[in-house]
């Protein structure tokens, strides 16, 4: 097996007084999909927002490599331009700054950390059109203030978009299904399927299969009360689909006797 | 009122050479409304800290500073060059520059203006339209209510005179640059400017107040605008001061039927820098619009104070005032609007929104109705807070450093104040003065 791109040891966090995660084991290999479900409240989002960065949280133990490197210890910033991406699951509405220019200067500061030239306002505004082709956005969300106003849909596509301007190596995607409807998740899951290939690999949180009719994961885990309780193949998530998240409480609590 | 000290000294004097110089320049018909004023300011007194008004507003500084009037014979010869940096880049238009108060000729132009249009000197007009003037002159800025108004007419002598005949539109901004030199010690100067748009008439015009040095000066400038019926006047107010400048302000509009007045006021300088504006809707729909923007950080203070007076039916009047505090910089802004008994159908709106960045930094605001009409629609509201951490984290998760986050998102806080400057122009040197704040790699320069 491949070196993973991202390995997740024991992770512990703790927000507001409150443990979140307790005790996270996670290895995502170059290429792979893994996908996250697990009920409300369970800690999908918290550890996104830990591998994304932000502020907040107390890590009481473990440890997350990225490429091997210490992730923790990076910024926010560093970590997106070292190639990981959260596609949030609630996109910030950011009044007074124009879409264009927001997605321009991300675009540049990644590029610029790659060694690459900085695009200008033509060959930005090419390759953000053709991007926004394949998700098929409309250009006039181009020329609003980043996600204010956008509807749920267009927030997540605003998101996916993103992701594809900044071509990262690990993306996490939080619920973007969520709020889609079935013309829009259809596009959406096929912009983020064509995005697949052996370098990139995938941490897509849903509550829901549909997604992962596009998207085929290799590995689906179910996250409750902080932890990963099962861990399985592309089954997995028709099972919970099917069953809920109820018959693996007792499962757990069966192995725990 | 409280009387705290006489008049001082250099004011008397000044006062004392005004009435001897009159018969020379032709100001003699000013006198009495000059003595009514240093009457007033007599009386009146410097403002303390104890009055309402004056609050968050220590005179203390500007009271320990020694200044002088610049005479006409000494005045500095500013250098065309000099104020080329400072001009607004690509603006089209009639220019009048003063230089510590004074008219000066040579780095003014008063090109392309349409038939019947003045814009002049102040105290060419006082000598020339004694009639014209003597209709607004004092008329709108009520020298018992402020100090400052009232020191401002006392030393009345030079400043703007803008005239536009009925239904004329001037296209063309007219713009009024007030240059302090302060190279001479601490100097003060009152220039006065008066507007006047006849029935129908248009323009549109800006108040500039700039500094060549980064030196300690008084400018204490007064502004009254008359609008006939249906008269509409696009006013825009900078004031980039040097950083130790002192600037006590008053606007007073005069509104009658169906007039409109929109106002967008900018201040980035001045050490204390208050602005006294005060807009009277007299004639039935008239229109009046407010907006401000303060940019300000280190020790500066910027006072703004306004009063809308809905003194006729069914007017509207909207305020939109913005301040970025950085440092140890104080803002104040308080909002009075005032519903006569009678001006049923009032429509007003006022918002204060304030973005604190550093822990130092102050923001007093208060709202001030008084609405004595029934059936009126009046609405406020004041927020004062710091930087989304939400949206800085979201910019940074996408590769944007944390420095430019903080600066994208401050310009975006000002972002819709600067969309009400309609001229692109001045929108552009209030984003270039903006961008020195706060660099954002925006590129602004471009061809006119
Ligand atoms: N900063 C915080 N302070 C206190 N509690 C927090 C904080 N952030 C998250 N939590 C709590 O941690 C738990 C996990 O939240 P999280 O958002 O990670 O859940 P989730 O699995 O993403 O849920 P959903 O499916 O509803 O999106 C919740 O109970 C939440 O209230
Ligand atoms: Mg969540």
Known sequence: ?257 | MIRVEGVPGLYAKRFAELETQCSDDGSCWLGPLRQQAMQSFEAQGFPTTRLEEWRYFDLGPLRKTELHHVHDRERVNLRRETLAGYHVHCLPGALLVFVDGYFEPVLSATRSLPAGVEVRDLATAIRMQPDLLGEHLGRYAQVERNAFVALNTAMLYDGAFVHVPRGVVVDSPIHLMFVSTGTRGPTVSHPRTIVVAEEGAELTLIEDYVSTTDDVYFTNPVIEIALAPNARLEHYKLERDSKKAFHVAGMAVHQERDSRFASTSISFGGHLVRNDVSCMLDGEGAECTLNGLNVIGEHQLVDDHTRIVHAKPHCTSEELYKSILDGFAEGVFNGAIVVAKDAQKTSSQQTNRNLVLSRHALMNTKPQLEIYADDVKCSHGATVGELDEDASFYLRTRGIDADTARRILTYAFANDVLGRIVIEPLRKTVESELFAFIPVGLDTKQPC
Not at chain 1, 26 to 39: D, N
Not at chain 1, 105 to 120: F, M, P, S, Y
């Open chain 1, 1 to 257: 097996m491949a070196t993973p791109l991202l390995q997740v040891h024991n992770l512990n966090v703790e927000a507001g007084g409150n443990r979140i995660l307790t005790g996270i084991d996670l290895e995502i290999a170059p290429g792979e999909v893994h996908a996250i479900m697990g009920p409300n409240g369970s800690g999908k989002s918290t550890l996104a927002h830990v591998l994304a960065g932000r502020e907040g949280y107390d890590i009481t133990a473990g440890e997350v490599l990225y490429e091997g490197r210490n992730l923790l210890e990076l910024e926010p910033e560093e970590r997106a331009r070292g190639g990981v991406f959260l596609a949030f699951q609630y996109p910030v509405e950011i009044p007074g700054v124009n879409n264009t220019y927001f997605l321009k200067a991300a675009v540049n500061a990644v590029r610029k950390h790659r060694g690459e030239t900085e695009l200008d306002a033509m060959d930005f505004l090419a390759l953000v059109k053709e991007k926004m082709k394949l998700l098929e956005m409309d250009d006039s969300l181009l020329n609003r203030p980043v996600n204010e106003g956008f509807s749920g849909g267009e927030k997540k596509r605003n998101e996916i978009l993103q992701m594809a301007l900044l071509d990262p190596r690990l993306a996490v995607l939080d619920e973007t299904d969520s709020g889609l409807d079935i013309d829009a998740l259809r596009i959406v899951a096929r912009g983020v399927d064509s995005m697949r290939g052996a370098e990139r690999s995938f941490l897509v949180v849903t509550h829901y299969q549909r997604l992962l009719d596009y998207i085929v994961p290799d590995h689906v885990h179910v996250l409750a009360n902080g932890r990963i309780v099962k861990s399985g193949g592309k089954e997995l998530a028709l099972e919970l689909e099917e069953k809920g998240y109820s018959w693996i409480d007792d499962e757990v609590v069966k192995e725990a006797r």
